[in-house]
Structures are given as C-alpha cells and as structure tokens.
C-alpha cells in the first residue's frame, strides 16, 4: 500500500456497491486508464488519516460513491478524505455501500435535473433496477404519478411494490403508446432514460410539449445522434445528460445529497434493501447477473 499522501485517508472496506458504471467501465464503453481496479462506490472504516485531514479521524464508518478513479473493489485502500461522507448511526454499512451512489443520483435527478411534484407525471426506465427503484419510491413520497418499464413480470411486481403506478414490458409492448394510453393522450412531463440506445428515440414520443428528457445512462448501448430541430418538432422539449459528478463538485453539494438520502432512509421514504450479495472474490459473477439483467434493486460485494 503507497504511503497516504497529504488528504487521504486509509480505508478499510467493509461492502462495495456494484453499479452498471462498473461494467461500462471494465468493459471499455468508458474508457479508463490502465491497470485499473473498477468501483465508484464503498463504506468501510478509517484506518488511519493522511497530514491536513480534519473531517474524518481513526474508526469513523464512512462511504463514498462517485469515485470516478475507481478503486473500490478492493479490501483496504487510500481515497482522498474530501469524497467521503460520514454514515449516520441508523444506516448500516451495506445499505450505504448500496446506496450512496445511486440515491444521490435519484436525488439529483428528481430535485435538481427536473424538479419533480404532485402534478408531474414521470416516466421512470429499467423501473426495477438499482437507481429505477430509488426514483420510483421517491418520485411518488413527491406526489407524482410515476410509470415504470421493466423487461419481465417478476420486474414489475417489483417495480409496482416500490410506487410505480403502472409498470410497461418494453421488450413486448410500445412504450410510447402505451404511456399516451395511460395519461389519457396527456403524457409524461419528464423521463428518466438511462437505457439508452433501445430506448432514447421513442423516449421523446413520451412526452407532452416542453416536457424534459433526461438521458443519464446508456445499458443498451450508445445513443445515435440525434439533430436539434428533433426537439422542436416533437414538441419543443428539454433534453439533458445528466452526470453525478457535476452535481457533487463541491462539498456543500455532497454533503446536501448525502444527508438528503441517508434522511430518506431513517424517515421510511425509501425501503432501501440490499437485493444481492456476492463475496468479493465473484465480482465476475456479480458482473454477469446485473449485466444480463437478471437482478433487481442494489448489489454489493463483501470483502
Ligand atoms: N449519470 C449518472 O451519473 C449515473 C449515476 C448512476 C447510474 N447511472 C446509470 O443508471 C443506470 C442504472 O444503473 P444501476 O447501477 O442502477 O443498474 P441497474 O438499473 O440495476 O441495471 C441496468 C438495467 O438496465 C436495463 N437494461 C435495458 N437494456 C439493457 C441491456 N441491453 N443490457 C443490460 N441491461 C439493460 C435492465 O433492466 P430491465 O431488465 O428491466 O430492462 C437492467 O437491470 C445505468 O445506465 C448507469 O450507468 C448513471
């Protein structure tokens, strides 16, 4: 382990979150500097603090999810102290691990991107997955109508028993149609698109004039380019790619998102479980299962 430089800290694992990022990562769809070890996201123990470190002391329970090095699959290792955020007492490690990274993206997208409330109807995609969980739940504790689209039945139990008023089979049905069908031709006022390639297009089909399309992930693939004046024909409609790091540039932003997500959880408006665990020694494993669509909800990996 390299000597801790001036603002880190020595961090022991404890439970790592798994997030598509990581896949995406490793697989070269966003490119990384080599050798490189994947994870944005982990809780764990300080061990021992770096020179000009205040925040944080030795046996603080801590995590972080946005580190865009990588670096937390792994058991122990140095982070800079300014990307980690204690863990309040009523929130366990694994449900951190799980969570930080992913809540904080739902809380910016809900809260910031598009600022969601009780007239809104939102579309929410891969409904059953990790941040689609998140964003479910929360965007209806806000009063919004919420749909959700998933690829399996076993999904949409899921997704509905998280507050998705209606849940779409897009592998079997026309989203977009069936969204019209069910706002009564009004249609959404935002989505939330982090599939990407198989459904950007029919995405903007959602939506009623001046809605908004926030595109914040790419699980199918690249999106195609698409021309500026699509926006106007459809509808003058908003598009944005939405990335967490800007939301959390500076300390008072991911301090702000973190509270409001650990608040969520001791307040009961997130059910936060932790839906998969797999040993750190299978992260290959986990790779594969979210990967091939086959979990719900958040993973970890225990050290
Ligand atoms: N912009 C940001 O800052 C930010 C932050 C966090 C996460 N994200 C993005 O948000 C998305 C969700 O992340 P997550 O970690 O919570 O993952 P996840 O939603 O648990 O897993 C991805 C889901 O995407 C759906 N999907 C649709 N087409 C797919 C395909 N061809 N291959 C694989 N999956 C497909 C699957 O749900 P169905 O089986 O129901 O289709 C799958 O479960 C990812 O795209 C991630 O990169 C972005």
Same mark, same amino acid.
């Given at each position: 382990?390299?000597? #801790?430089?001036?603002?880190?800290?020595? @961090?022991?694992?404890?439970?790592?979150?798994?997030?598509?990022?990581?896949?995406?990562?490793?697989?070269?769809?966003?490119?990384?500097?080599?050798?490189?070890?994947?994870?944005?996201?982990?809780?764990?123990?300080?061990?021992?603090?770096?020179? /000009?470190?205040?925040?944080?002391?030795?046996? /603080?329970?801590?995590?972080?999810?946005?580190?865009?090095?990588?670096?937390?699959?792994?058991?122990?290792?140095?982070?800079?102290?300014?990307?980690?955020?204690?863990?309040?007492?009523?929130?366990?490690?694994?449900?951190?691990?799980?969570?930080?990274?992913?809540?904080?993206?739902?809380?910016?997208?809900?809260?910031?991107?598009?600022?969601?409330?009780? /007239?809104?109807?939102?579309?929410?995609?891969?409904?059953?997955?990790?941040?689609?969980?998140?964003?479910?739940?929360?965007?209806?504790?806000?009063?919004?109508?919420?749909?959700?689209?998933?690829?399996?039945?076993?999904?949409?139990?899921?997704?509905?028993?998280?507050? !998705?008023?209606?849940?779409?089979?897009? @592998?079997?049905?026309?989203? !977009?149609?069936?969204?019209?069908?069910?706002?009564?031709?009004?249609?959404?006022?935002?989505?939330? /698109?982090?599939?990407?390639?198989?459904?950007?297009?029919?995405?903007?089909?959602? #939506?009623?004039?001046?809605?908004?399309?926030?595109?914040?992930?790419?699980?199918?693939?690249?999106?195609?380019? #698409?021309?500026?004046?699509?926006?106007?024909?459809?509808?003058?409609?908003? #598009?944005?790619?939405?990335?967490?790091?800007?939301?959390?540039?500076?300390?008072?932003?991911?301090?702000?998102?973190?509270?409001?997500?650990?608040?969520?959880?001791?307040?009961?408006?997130?059910?936060?479980?932790?839906?998969?665990?797999?040993?750190?020694?299978?992260?290959?494993?986990?790779?594969?299962?979210?990967?091939?669509?086959?979990?719900?909800?958040?993973?970890?990996?225990?050290?």
């Amino acid at each position: 382990m390299a000597p #801790l430089a001036s603002g880190e800290v020595l @961090l022991r694992h404890t439970a790592i979150g798994v997030n598509y990022v990581d896949i995406a990562m490793r697989s070269g769809l966003y490119p990384v500097q080599l050798p490189f070890v994947p994870g944005v996201e982990a809780a764990g123990i300080v061990e021992a603090v770096g020179a /000009d470190v205040y925040l944080f002391k030795k046996g /603080d329970r801590v995590a972080y999810g946005a580190s865009t090095q990588g670096g937390a699959y792994s058991q122990v290792r140095n982070i800079p102290a300014a990307q980690l955020v204690k863990i309040p007492p009523a929130v366990d490690d694994k449900t951190a691990a799980a969570y930080l990274s992913k809540g904080m993206t739902a809380h910016a997208l809900l809260r910031s991107t598009y600022r969601v409330g009780p /007239d809104d109807i939102v579309l929410v995609h891969a409904a059953a997955g990790g941040v689609g969980l998140i964003l479910c739940e929360w965007a209806k504790h806000l009063g919004a109508q919420v749909i959700g689209t998933v690829s399996s039945e076993a999904k949409a139990i899921t997704a509905k028993a998280h507050g !998705a008023d209606h849940v779409i089979n897009y @592998l079997e049905e026309d989203f !977009a149609g069936r969204v019209r069908d069910l706002t009564a031709g009004k249609k959404a006022t935002v989505v939330y /698109d982090s599939v990407g390639k198989s459904t950007f297009l029919k995405s903007l089909d959602c #939506l009623r004039p001046m809605g908004m399309l926030v595109s914040f992930g790419q699980s199918s693939g690249p999106i195609d380019p #698409l021309s500026v004046g699509e926006l106007s024909v459809k509808g003058a409609l908003y #598009l944005t790619r939405m990335a967490l790091p800007w939301y959390i540039s500076s300390r008072v932003a991911l301090e702000q998102r973190s509270e409001a997500l650990f608040g969520a959880i001791e307040q009961g408006i997130l059910h936060c479980k932790v839906s998969q665990r797999f040993p750190l020694g299978e992260a290959a494993e986990a790779h594969r299962a979210v990967g091939g669509r086959q979990t719900t909800g958040s993973s970890i990996l225990v050290p």
